[in-house]
């Protein structure tokens, strides 16, 4: 059975920083991108952030690009979303990704298999 965990959300305010970590467990994600997706109140859940198995490759929103970035250890199964300058916009549930086999597959929602229960973050203004 596949696990992913996520920790690290909390209430901000507008302009601070939290970090996101996602632990997988019960295997591996060899050959396999990982990624966050979020969830705000009444809306659908949206592509944030994707990255693929070696790290080499990483894909962002739009609406995150140059605030937020995205990383993994694979020796630890982890993958992380290091979010800075925080807008009240950015309150969501965030969600870890994974079974995609490329970040731009994960970045389409194409082939994820697996979700994690979500952690929220509130951005006050």
């Known amino acids: 059975q596949v696990q992913l965990v996520e920790s690290g959300g909390g209430l901000v305010q507008a302009g601070g920083s939290l970090r996101l970590s996602c632990a997988a467990s019960?295997?591996?994600?060899?050959?396999?991108?990982m990624g966050w997706f979020r969830q705000a109140p009444g809306k659908e859940r949206e592509f944030v952030a994707a990255i693929s198995w070696s790290g080499s490759t990483t894909y962002y929103a739009d609406s995150v690009k140059g605030r937020f970035t995205i990383s993994r250890d694979n020796a630890k199964n982890t993958v992380g979303l290091q979010m800075n300058t925080l807008k009240p916009e950015d309150t969501a549930v965030y969600y870890c990704?994974?079974?995609?086999?490329?970040?731009?597959?994960?970045?389409?929602?194409?082939?994820?298999?697996?979700w994690g229960q979500g952690t929220l973050v509130t951005v006050s203004s």
């Open positions: 990704a994974a079974g995609a086999s490329t970040a731009q597959a994960m970045a389409k929602y194409y082939g994820i298999n697996d």
């Open positions: 019960g295997r591996t994600f060899s050959n396999k991108a």
